[in-house]
């Protein structure tokens, strides 16, 4: 059995068990039949249903001895994790052995590994998990605690006091993650080259510039005493583990080092604003003025005045979203604020997208900004809520799948604390203490982001000033203002030398600065560009930057038993921009919008000076954040921010329900003009210029209409929709596709006639008409969601034809864009050095829908045509660049680009979904760490030439594993972030009942039970209890290991 299947074994039969109904699954088998049965008869775009499962709190239907499933989970236990490491040893030697042994990021040196493969052969037989007779005595307790592991592999921490509980808190996470909190806290404080290499040094620059562990340094002197506590004993516990004598990660071998500097407070305050950091800096003001100024400059002179501006803004940048959900006026029907005509604005300075345009280019390959840029792969997520009155026990649900990256190990670590007033558990991060989304006895929350616009980028006027500790000044309102030095310097890991802790230090010049410089105008914000020649620079404004309490908020919902508790913590919630849901045990739903949201000056006044804010502004004046006027409970940075009750929220909605998927959750942007409303006391109301597209969003609203419509919601019912992969954006397009075709048998055009003989396109059609939208793998390597609990089946014929048809669908898309809005970009004359920007995914497939509403299809509100076919009638063009795009498909499908997955063939028949959708989950390090091969636990499915596991799913769909829309390639349909954690919870008494999955374990250690174990029910949608009640654990309990004070 290989490792990461272990935890079957671990548990044995009949304990799997689901929460969404009364009745009990009574074993695989039926399980599978019900599987199948449903495949078989469910209606085209259902989401699969879920089979019956128990209801924890019903008598069990299998009794065993507590002492058997313990002895059976210890001797599994220790079996599998020796088994595994002498698995990984074997994987590790035989990659030291190959010649062309790489890894993504850098090349290990041989004998490194060499040390590696000793040090695991050493812990086949030294590391186990044990069961001592008696507690251990543990320097820095001030009470007895246990760490009791369920059989899933969650720690569950009991202890006396706080410090216990965040101290043993560290303890765990230390012992399961290490490395990963390593890489953590040294990423976000810009010291990262100091364990993974040169390779880190560009992205350490940054970091250091933008200044995440300077907002942290602000936030240790804001938060409470009780935070701070809860920190400094989270970080004893830490170094508490590391001086037990444990050895530290294999990658510390691998990278060369023999000491793990001490952690600190400061460290999991930097971690947790990196988080927060990564959730809401926003740089969509330098693509927007990028974009703007180009099509400005490009198209005026030949058009006329005001065409780039109407090209960005009516025809490819558009604000209004794809399909309208929007979660505050579908829950209440309630309407956005007084409506007024849009604000008028004007132009930019050339030099912004100069600017902007050197800036992006130093930035756009390094990891943690990457996905900043990057519109489509921006950290998302799932989330709705449905009142006990519309649901069959009468009980309010939720449900959330957090959308972040697919990582090894996995970004979100589970956890169950206990001690005094805290009875938490749910999901976390690794390197800060709390519960971060979960549950505890009486209520349950979940998280998505909101896209707030809490960032600005100001072009700055720079001068020469001798009294300035820079030199240099920026010029506000015609004086000058200090620049701010901040001394830096930069060491890197010396690899492969075969001297352990060697760091060479980096000396200043080039690309590596002497000093940071800040503006404290913008709330201590960084110059991220600068040109002396031409005496301007790049600043950025965010409100992050500032001293925040996000820790406090987590902090007080730890302990939470009400709505006033959860309203009482979020008001720390100060930068991070999320939607909240939110489900108790006394019935109530709500969804609460949660970010410190700046008032600009220019728009408090009415209009807009300048350019908007979703553009990089003015640095000189007029578009200033205002100061505090009316000061809000809780409030952290010092600028005047909406009050809560301008922040869009729900309590207990009329609907009864209310859906999140990062969509416009107010409506201010579905008439594609989020200037155009006004807040009640005045100016113009402001939330963000643009949202997600709204496909995941309006899936779910459908799917959720549909189930009342037809009775009430049950648990698995929530789970199913969470499992969702009909692509949405297909609803619209396909039939299209199938009118072009009708139309080319009948039309007199010898052009669009053409298509319609041609055998390939007219099967092609047919399988798109039959279609369901559905996205399996149709492989039997495939992981799919009516697979049960990580165990493939071989598709069914149905299965096969879903598979084939979202293949062929999603090629054209990327072929359908090429050949419409790329072409018509690529086929304007141009001078020399310039370079049309193209619309992102999301961006690019809005842009299409509307242009085919508009009254000329193609034909955009700029009077540009991007539905150029010359030999086409205007009547024609769209149907001939839609069967165009459908032969180019499948020419493509059949050629070179996808000889790896397909063979050349032209059996249409052949083209899985499974082969082309695929997932890797990295590791820093690459190579066997990654998972697969995972040192060989998990094999490449596919073989080296299709690496990754295939997965159903697909771009826009509920169970998010978007690709590039664009892709045309065997390998360009791979994706990389996804759900980090699904949920699902019932909010009745005594306490919330809850499932939940990872994608992985909570061990990052190759060859522990826990390295993988949660892998495959996580790649079938499927889900595991959290053990909350006593009860719960002492049935399904693995280990337990108690500690007591040293002294």
């Not at 009482?568 to 991070?576: A, Y």
């Not at 939110?582 to 728009?603: K, N």
Request: with cysteine.
């Amino acid at each position: 059995m290989v490792p990461v299947l272990a935890e079957r074994s671990v548990r044995g039969d009949g304990q799997a068990r689901r929460a969404a109904g009364a009745n009990r699954r009574t074993g695989r088998r039926a399980q599978r039949a019900v599987g199948r049965e449903d495949r078989a008869d469910r209606a085209p775009g259902e989401p699969r249903r879920r089979a019956p499962a128990v209801d924890r709190r019903s008598p069990r239907s299998v009794v065993r001895s507590v002492d058997d499933v313990r002895l059976r989970a210890r001797v599994a236990a220790v079996t599998t994790r020796a088994t595994a490491r002498l698995t990984w040893l074997a994987a590790v030697l035989q990659w030291i052995a190959s010649p062309t042994r790489t890894t993504r990021r850098k090349t290990v040196k041989r004998r490194t590994l060499l040390a590696l493969a000793l040090c695991a052969l050493a812990a086949v037989h030294t590391t186990t998990f044990s069961q001592p007779a008696r507690p251990s005595p543990l320097p820095g307790l001030h009470a007895a605690a246990e760490i009791a592991r369920d059989v899933y592999g969650i720690a569950h921490i009991r202890a006396r006091n706080d410090h216990d509980l965040y101290f043993m808190q560290g303890w765990v996470h230390a012992q399961d993650r290490l490395f990963q909190m390593d890489v953590s806290r040294r990423r976000a404080s810009g010291t990262l080259a100091e364990l993974l290499g040169p390779a880190a040094l560009a992205g350490d620059i940054e970091l250091r510039t933008i200044g995440i562990r300077r907002a942290a340094e602000r936030s240790m002197a804001v938060i409470s005493q009780e935070a701070r506590e809860a920190l400094e004993a989270y970080a004893a516990g830490v170094n508490a583990f590391v001086a037990s004598g444990a050895p530290l990660p294999p990658e510390y071998q691998a990278l060369e080092i023999t000491r793990f500097a001490p952690w600190t407070a400061l460290d999991s305050m930097t971690i947790a604003k990196s988080i927060t950091f990564g959730l809401s800096f926003g740089l969509d003001d330098l693509d927007n003025t990028i974009a703007l100024q180009t099509y400005t400059a490009v198209f005026d002179p030949v058009l006329g005045p005001g065409t780039g501006r109407t090209l960005f803004s009516e025809d490819l940048w558009r604000s209004q979203p794809f399909y309208p959900a929007s979660t505050v006026p579908d829950a209440s029907a309630a309407t956005a604020f007084a409506a007024r005509r849009a604000a008028e604005w004007g132009g930019g300075h050339a030099s912004a997208a100069q600017l902007a345009k050197q800036y992006r280019e130093r930035i756009r390959e390094l990891p943690f900004f990457k996905h900043r840029l990057d519109r489509d792969n921006r950290p998302g997520s799932n989330q709705w809520a449905v009142s006990g009155r519309n649901t069959t026990t009468g009980l309010p649900l939720v449900a959330n799948d957090p959308h972040l990256a697919l990582d090894q190990p996995s970004t979100f670590y589970p956890i169950h604390l206990t001690a005094g007033s805290v009875d938490a558990m749910g999901s976390g991060f690794a390197g800060v203490p709390f519960v971060i989304v979960g549950q505890t006895r009486h209520i349950a929350w979940g998280a998505t982001v909101s896209p707030l616009d809490v960032t600005d980028l100001y072009l700055e006027q720079i001068v020469p000033d001798a009294t300035s500790p820079s030199g240099i000044s920026t010029i506000y309102q015609g004086r000058p203002e200090h620049v701010i030095p901040i001394p830096e310097s930069y060491r890197v890991n010396v690899i492969g030398d075969g001297v352990p802790d060697n760091l060479a230090a980096v000396p200043p010049g080039g690309s590596v600065p002497a000093a940071t410089l800040v503006v404290p105008r913008r709330n201590n914000g960084p110059i991220v560009q600068l040109d002396l020649a031409s005496g301007s620079a790049l600043s950025v404004q965010y409100t992050g930057s500032s001293g925040t309490r996000e820790v406090d908020t987590f902090w007080t919902w730890n302990r939470a038993r009400n709505l006033d508790d959860f309203r009482r913590g979020l008001q720390w919630f100060d930068s991070g921009t999320q939607n909240f849901a939110y489900a108790d045990i006394d019935g109530h739903i709500a969804y609460f919008a949660a970010s410190e949201v700046p008032v600009r000056e220019d728009l408090q006044a009415g209009t807009v000076a300048g350019l908007p804010p979703w553009f990089i502004r003015n640095g000189t004046g007029g578009n200033e954040w205002l100061p505090v006027q009316h000061p809000q409970p809780g409030q952290a940075i010092p600028y005047e921010i909406l009050p809560a009750d301008e922040m869009p929220h729900l309590i207990d909605p009329r609907a009864g329900w209310f859906v999140n998927a990062n969509n416009d959750p107010a409506g201010t942007a579905l008439d594609n003009n989020p200037l155009n409303q006004l807040r009640p006391g005045g100016g113009l109301y402001y939330l963000n210029a643009g949202y997600d597209f709204g496909l995941r969003a309006q899936r779910i609203t459908d799917l959720l209409r549909a189930k009342l419509a037809a009775g009430p919601v049950s648990f698995g019912d929530m789970q199913s929709m969470q499992a969702d992969v009909v692509l949405p954006d297909a609803q619209f397009f396909v039939p299209l596709i199938a009118q072009a075709l009708a139309r080319a048998k009948t039309s007199s055009s010898p052009l669009l006639a053409s298509f319609a003989p041609q055998p390939g396109i007219v099967e092609a059609v047919g399988r798109l008409s039959a279609w369901k939208r559905t996205a399996p793998t149709g492989i039997a390597e495939g992981f799919d969601a009516a697979d049960l609990n990580g165990v493939r089946t071989a598709p069914t014929n149905d299965e096969i034809a879903e598979s084939v048809a979202a293949t062929i669908y999603s090629v054209w898309r990327g072929q359908f864009i090429r050949n419409t809005i790329d072409a018509t970009l690529a086929g304007v004359p141009l001078p020399p050095g310039v370079t049309l920007p193209r619309p992102g995914s999301q961006l690019a497939m809005t842009a299409l829908k509307a242009l085919l509403e508009r009254p000329q299809p193609g034909v955009g509100a700029s009077g540009i045509n991007f539905f150029n076919a010359p030999a086409a009638s205007a009547e024609d063009r769209r149907d001939v660049l839609i069967l165009k795009s459908l032969a180019d498909a499948l020419a493509r499908l059949a050629g070179p680009p996808f000889q790896a997955a397909f063979g050349g063939s032209t059996n249409q028949n052949d083209y899985r979904w499974g082969k082309l959708h695929r997932v890797v989950l990295d590791h820093p390090l690459g190579g066997p760490f990654s998972v697969p091969p995972a040192f060989g636990a998990l094999p490449h499915p596919l073989g080296a030439s299709l690496p990754g596991l295939p997965t159903d799913g697909g771009f826009g769909v509920v169970d998010a594993s978007n690709h590039d829309p664009r892709a045309q390639d065997a390998n360009a349909f791979m994706f990389g972030s996804g759900p980090v954690n699904r949920f699902v919870a019932e909010a009745g008494r005594p306490a919330v009942r809850a499932e939940s999955v990872w994608p992985g374990g909570t061990s990052a250690l190759p060859g522990n039970p826990f390295y993988l174990n949660l892998l495959p029910r996580y790649l079938t949608n499927d889900t595991v209890p959290l053990l909350f009640g006593r009860d719960d654990l002492r049935h399904d309990l693995h280990s337990v290991t108690r500690f007591v004070p040293a002294n």
